[in-house]
């Protein structure tokens, strides 16, 4: 570290040894409920290093509780995640994304609805770090996927203050509340990349930030129709619409080799995937009875449509999961447009 | 020898924000309800203004809604607020 960086301001504390430092952070609640690797300052300043940026430095502010999110607490809280220091550029950029106004951090964090952010990264950093775009690729097994996701989780908890029953008051949470990060297969994928259609320029890395409820799986492995295979995506879509929330907003699609494949051989690009999609996730708010929600049915809107998505350009298609098997994911939204995914670039020092 | 770990939680460098001081009576005053813009909160506060009237001696109550629960009250909302020596509010659902 530059010898004329700014002293850490954090306050200390000593202990025995790694266990008893797990115990201090558990009775204080300073985790997410899993062992963390202790930050001492050392390694906080080998990750103020990987990051490129001086402690003191704000990545942003939480916009409704004026809350600053330095980078110290950011390597604090990336250390006790089990990151390495050159992961921190992609956790800061999911940080700064996530304090742009539209995505209202402090609603999806402190809201009953329960979501988690959701990154998906993009560009050369996926294979500089090793993520995952493949196997497993919404589950476990990858460093790099599970601790930035879970650095954010921590950075929610200790910055913010999102632990459960203070200020997230989440209802049920989902267990991507832990860690929830992929990388999307650019590499074995036909379409462009999604930060691409974002606005990010080719070659460069970025992180996209959805704030969203859990994954719905979905198999279908008996067509080669494209329209076939976007109708069982669909109705999940429908289902979430009519079970959870009608209100439109971003969602994704996690499209995986196998269905990736039925798209190519008819020539099918996202742009396609995204219209046909937008077209059939309709439904009308008199679908409600059938679910139990009559209560919500009245003359006046009982025909009224509703779309999932307001344009087809709301819907994220990221290309992700592993060689064999026909099954994909979607990804609904916390609550509608109340939150709007953010793609930020990933800079690197 | 030991560990040296840092803490991992934002602390306020200052006192940000300091309690009002409570008003001795609500008799005579001018409250406002700002409803958090969540179904049937209205209903809460429609039982609260009541209160205020009826037991407390208010003299003017200040309807304002949020348009979005989620997000802060607009500065339009705020300032409509201005002229009140007293607000409740809270998360109505």
Not at chain 1, 152 to 171: A, F, H, K, W
Not at chain 1, 304 to 310: G, Q, S
Request: net charge negative; hydrophobic share 40%; aromatic share 6%.
């Amino acid at each position: 570290m530059r010898a004329d960086r700014p002293p850490l301001k954090s306050a200390t504390y000593w202990v025995a040894d790694a266990l008893e430092a797990n115990e201090l952070f558990f009775r204080e609640g300073w985790t997410d409920g899993l062992p963390v690797i202790p930050p001492t300052e050392e390694a906080v300043l080998s990750f103020l290093e990987g990051a490129g940026l001086s402690p003191d430095t704000v990545i942003g502010v939480e916009p409704v509780r004026g809350r600053p999110i330095s980078v110290e607490k950011v390597a604090i809280n990336a250390v006790m995640a089990g990151c390495r220091p050159e992961y921190m550029p992609v956790i800061v950029a999911a940080l700064r994304a996530m304090c742009r106004p539209e995505f209202n951090l402090h609603g999806c964090t402190i809201s009953t609805g329960g979501s988690a952010p959701f990154l998906v990264v993009n560009g050369p950093v996926r294979q500089r770090l090793q993520m995952n775009a493949t196997h497993n690729v919404l589950g476990s097994g990858n460093r790099a996927n599970a601790t930035i996701g879970r650095a954010v989780r921590l950075v929610i908890i200790n910055v913010l203050g999102g632990r459960p029953g203070d200020l997230d008051r989440s209802t049920l949470g989902h267990p991507g509340k832990f860690t929830f990060c992929i990388a999307e297969d650019e590499e074995d994928s036909p379409w462009q990349p999604l930060a691409q259609e974002r606005g990010i320029p080719e070659g460069a890395s970025a992180v996209t930030v959805l704030a969203a409820v859990s994954p719905h799986q979905v198999m279908n492995e008996w067509t080669r129709d494209p329209r076939e295979l976007l109708d069982t995506y669909v109705a999940a879509i429908r289902a979430n619409m009519l079970t959870y929330s009608i209100w439109a907003g971003n969602y994704a699609l996690v499209i995986p080799k196998q269905h990736r494949e039925v798209f190519a051989a008819a020539g099918w690009q996202k742009a396609d995937i995204r219209e046909y999609v937008f077209q059939r996730t309709r439904v009308r708010r008199q679908e409600w009875r059938e679910v139990g929600k009559a209560s919500l049915v009245s003359q006046d809107n009982a025909d009224r449509e509703y779309t999932a998505l307001h344009s087809p350009d709301d819907l994220l298609v990221v290309a992700a999961g592993g060689p064999a098997g026909g099954f994909g994911a979607v990804i609904p939204p916390w609550f509608g447009e109340r939150s709007v995914a953010v793609t930020e670039l990933v800079e690197l020092p | 020898m030991g560990l040296i770990v840092l803490d991992p939680v934002y602390r306020e460098e200052r006192e940000r924000h300091r309690l009002a001081r409570a008003l001795p009576s609500l008799e005579g005053r001018t409250v406002g309800l700002l409803d958090n813009g969540k179904r049937n909160s209205d209903r809460l506060l429609d039982f609260v203004e009541e209160a205020l009237r009826r037991d407390y001696g208010v003299r003017e109550v200040v309807r304002v809604r949020k348009r979005d629960p989620s997000r802060p009250a607009s500065p339009e909302v705020m300032a409509s607020l201005q002229g009140c020596d007293a607000l409740f509010t809270g998360v109505g659902d």
